[in-house]
């Protein structure tokens, strides 16, 4: 009985562990079978709740700004018809012409960046064009699928992208090749490039710039300077030389990067082209007769340039001139407005800009640049007998086309700097003579003064003169034996009345103000330098 009643009680203890088990695992399913429920209808029970994100392949990761880059590629593609617009050559002349060559330079950046992104491999230390799509493609086929598109429906769109992108720079911008080998390479190159300034001078411009370079260093500049001209004939080899014996000075010749088959690149047309083909990213170009009483390069601190990174100066206000329609059929719309505060549209002047100093960040306004070398290149001269309008029939030289090149490009990152604008010389006192009107009763009329010269001076923001362009010179039409420096005592602004100028002959602008303002010390002495230093190279 014992024996029986004890083995009984161990097959009973044998049983328990199993039974428990089972149960265990009853248990765990049942939680199991929980858990995922509500997870799958957690969405629905509770709509604040974040929804888990999937886990994307590790492929995505490595891919994902490639693919998103080349999907926006894709989606850009024009059709056939709008192909055949972009690409049908623009025949018209005068302000139509002008305006079609500034919607197609828009339409054309929006491919370009397009492009261009797709393209670009940026690390931690450099920035490169990638020319590899269709390899990465072959080497990752997960690509065409996060896509959901065929992959020979990728390539044939992408090649078609690719020679709608080049027939177009071709057809608005060609003289670019083949010095550079294309619009990429060449903005890519500019990204990094250094800060300097920038001239452009010819056999007869040599001494000014003899001149105002030292001065400018002696003003504590030491950016590195490139003085462009456009072949031997241009500027000759000994004064190139001479040119470059002067501290952080090369000079380089446009002729040899610029392909004007079919025009000719000359004079004041050269300017854009000087600046876009140099080797800085931030230029601040300064024509052979200007010349810097502060060092120039705080033109790169003022806010207006930090801001928009191009800046541009004013001239003169004179001659009044509305040219509100001239714009309307220039300008695509809608005209911004920037362009309806300026003089041209209002009527104040037909004159804005002057464009003895530009201050640019090429890279930033690489397409602007490109459009406004187009309007000083094959676009600039007409031809009468042929019924065509240039850009020089319809504005005075280069100095408009660079904001309206901007304007025309969609590109309202401009500004033009608030500092006034005056001229500088001897001043002249005189006592007005009261209109008969007002003449009794009324207490004598105050002073004013009058300044001529042939300089058209700039002034800072605190309103001391910058820099003033026309060079030293009282009169640069003057013979070679009778060229003598100007005398610089005092300067006068514009209180913002046109009548305030006169032009005289000889470029002689004559400016009356109400108050004249004598040069500090220190402004006689850089000028006191600047043409010591010229008198050193026998400019006068």
Known sequence: MGKAGGLKEIKLHHRRPRRVFVQIAFIASIVWVFYHTLSSLGGKLYPDLPAEKPQQPKEWENHSAFTQSLSNVLALLPDEQRTQRLLTPIESTGEQRMKEFGIRTRQYKQLFDAWEKLHINKTKSQRFVQDDVLQRLYQNPSIATFL??????????????????????????????????????????????????????????????????????????????????LGDDDLRPSSRTALEQLPGVITRDLRKMVNDKGWALRGWAGKPFAVLFSSFREV??????????????????????????????????????????????????????????????????????????????????????????????????????????????????????????????????????????????????????PAPSTAAGLSTPSKEYTVCAPQLLHLDRMGRPLWFNGWLLENKFAKAGEKRPAKFEAYVREEGRVPDWQLRESNMACLTSKKMFSLSQEESDVLDMTIAFGRRCEAF
Request: with cysteine.
């Open 148 to 229: 959901e598109r065929d992959m020979t429906e990728i390539v044939h769109n992408y090649e078609s992208y690719r020679s709608i992108v080049t027939q177009l720079s071709t057809l608005l911008f060609p003289w670019t090749a083949p010095y550079f080998a294309d619009h990429l390479q060449l903005r890519q190159q500019l990204h990094s490039a250094p800060r300097g300034l920038v001239f452009s001078a010819g056999n007869d411009q040599v001494r000014y710039l003899l001149t105002s370079i030292p001065a400018i260093r002696r003003l504590g500049c030491q950016l590195p300077i490139e003085v462009m001209y």
């Open 284 to 433: 601040i170009f300064i024509d052979a007769d200007s010349l810097f009483l502060q060092n120039p390069e705080i033109l790169f601190d003022d806010f207006a340039y930090r801001e928009t990174g191009a800046l541009f100066f004013k001239d003169r206000l004179m001659f009044p001139e509305s040219k509100r329609e001239w714009m309307q059929k220039v300008l695509p719309e809608p005209v911004s407005s920037k362009a309806q505060q300026t003089r041209l549209w209002d009527g104040q002047s037909g004159h804005m800009q002057e464009s003895g100093v530009l201050v640019l960040d090429t890279y930033k306004h690489f397409l602007s640049l490109l459009l406004v070398t187009r309007m000083n290149g094959p676009d600039r001269d007409g031809d009468e007998k042929k019924g065509i309008r240039g850009v020089y029939d319809m504005l005075f030289g280069d100095k408009e086309t660079f904001w309206l090149g901007w304007e025309l490009a969609g590109d309202t990152d401009y500004a033009f700097h608030n500092g006034s604008v005056g001229t500088i010389g001897v001043a002249h006192a005189e006592t007005p003579r």
